[in-house]
């Protein structure tokens, strides 16, 4: 064959030789392992990172962006790999923003296992159904506006039958015991104290008889979170990928915000006006109720009825109340939740199920609590609250959790502006408005240091995620003026482990 070589005209040569570098490169990738940032960079939502082995590849979470309708355009694109190429997923918890496009990555040709908590594999069905049947709403509304124009229709993200076909793929795992998910592939999930079921994942890789370590914090709990075990003190890592969505700030201290909580109950109850709170359904509405147990107990809470005017809320709550097993609590008044319900705990607590009962809290005018979804205003029946309640100077509504950019949260959280429009009226923003910080579900900037301080004799290169550019480059200062080796990936960034 060599013999043929003086036939060849330069220009093949060259390319046989491009080919053969590009195959040395190759064998050389596939060496080693690489992870992909394909969401919640310079972002909170959309979390979503590939790791490839070069044997495997697995996803670290598959969530929605969620936001402004720009954002939201993003879920419908495509995932930049193909999901019948991936061997599994693993989930750090059930919040949309890290499950929400799972049962697109199944429509799309997925098939491998899900490994999640047991927790989280309860959660991830409620949430994903109610994500499915909002999906369905929102297109066949729009689909009659785009009918009606002549524009050509739209699909939804997925059906509940993707959800379905998801279901049976999830691979519930206990916290704290390693599991080889795929040959040289260890899998272990730590309480993150975030929401029920949260979990910090390891990954340890062998290969070429190399180990590398790779924790992703999840979401990382707030330790002053009353529910929820504080965040898994983990030691050892190769590679850290942070959360950072409070990178730029402390909260407020918990006794301060209890006060202030207190005060607002008691202000709404001297003027008369009612008590909205748009409460993310999961994690925070069962922190809520559990102060607001606390408070009635303590003689501070003068509101009679408080509304959870949720279905998703409700039943995440009963999925709560059947875990009280991972719960940091062992006051057997609290506990009691698991066979009486959350009604023992706050007398007074009325689940509004149906649409019915929804419209009738409508027509209250002050004197009561409402909480209903969604936490940041997006959608959900704390739109018609804040329709009927934003523009009475009496109301109260007090958000306890972030808002991202471009939500109705945001929007009213800022007050630049006079009125906003809401299921199509314009509402003047008369109500005042309250942001209590210590009820948030994630680690402050003093928090996330002081777990990720926890790793200093192994010194992981860090890469924050999951924040506001702002937070993350914070929080960047704050490890470099540590000493760590710390980045801030963009989105599509590829790194070595
Ligand atoms: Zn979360």
Redesign the pocket.
Known sequence: MTGLFPLLLPGVLRGREKQNNERVQHNLDNAMTHLTFLGATGQVTGSCYLLDTGAFRLLLDCGQFQGSKETEKQNFADFGFNPADIDAVILS?A?L??CGRLPKLVKEGFKGPVYLTQASFALVELMLRDAANLQLRDTEWENKRRERAGKKLLEPLFTLDDVEKLMVLRSPLAYDEETEILPGIGLSFHEAG??LG?AIVRLRINKDGRTRTLVFSG?LGNPESPLLRDPAVLTEADVLLLESTYGDRDHKPLSNTLDELRDTLREADRSGGNVIIPAFAVGRTQDLIYWLGKIKRQGGLPQQQIYLDSPMAISASKIYAEHVHLFNIDDPEFTRIASTGWEAWLPGLIFSETPEESMAINRIAGGVIIIAGSGMCTGGRIRHHLKYNLWRRNAHIIFSGYQAEGTLGRIIVDGKRTYVKILGAEINMAAQVHTLGALS?HADQSQLLKWANHFKSSRPRVYLIHGEKSAALSLQTCFRRMGWNVDVPKEGDRITL
Do not use: G, P, Q
């Open positions: 918890h919040h923003d890290h975030h929401i949260s979401d579900a």
